[in-house]
């Protein structure tokens, strides 16, 4: 299983990221994929996540109305769109999958910084 996420960089306040992590090594179309984020002295939380189908979303609070996350199975990508970022957005952000209980995989992280 590979999951290599693109797309981080240096950002305004108010500004805009697309994050892609492309996906490999499993039937990625049967399987729910997440985002996650890990602020620098903090736990990594959970951003967005979409069913395996691309039909159910679910958000963190403070992310809602401005992040947008969508599937495209016939090129095994998920992408989280990113809108009116805020400095507290600065984060790694990680793609992530579980394929059973004690299976998760991880991308190896895209880093966010949101400054003026």
């Known amino acids: 299983v590979q999951l290599v996420e693109s797309g981080g960089g240096l950002v305004r306040p108010g500004g805009s990221l697309r994050l892609s992590c492309a996906a490999s090594?499993?039937?990625?179309?049967?399987?729910?994929m997440r985002w996650y984020r890990q602020i620098t002295g903090k736990e990594r939380e959970l951003v967005a996540a979409?069913?395996?189908?691309?039909?159910?979303?679910h958000y963190t609070d403070s992310v809602k109305g401005r992040f947008s996350i969508s599937r495209d199975n016939a090129k095994n990508t998920v992408s989280l769109q990113m809108n009116n970022l805020k400095p507290e957005d600065t984060a790694v952000y990680y793609c992530?999958?579980?394929?059973?209980?004690?299976?998760?995989?991880w991308g190896q992280g895209a880093r966010v910084t949101v400054s003026s």
């Open positions: 992530n999958t579980k394929l059973s209980a004690d299976t998760n995989y």
């Open positions: 979409i069913d395996s189908v691309g039909i159910k979303t």
């Open positions: 090594g499993f039937t990625f179309s049967e399987y729910h």
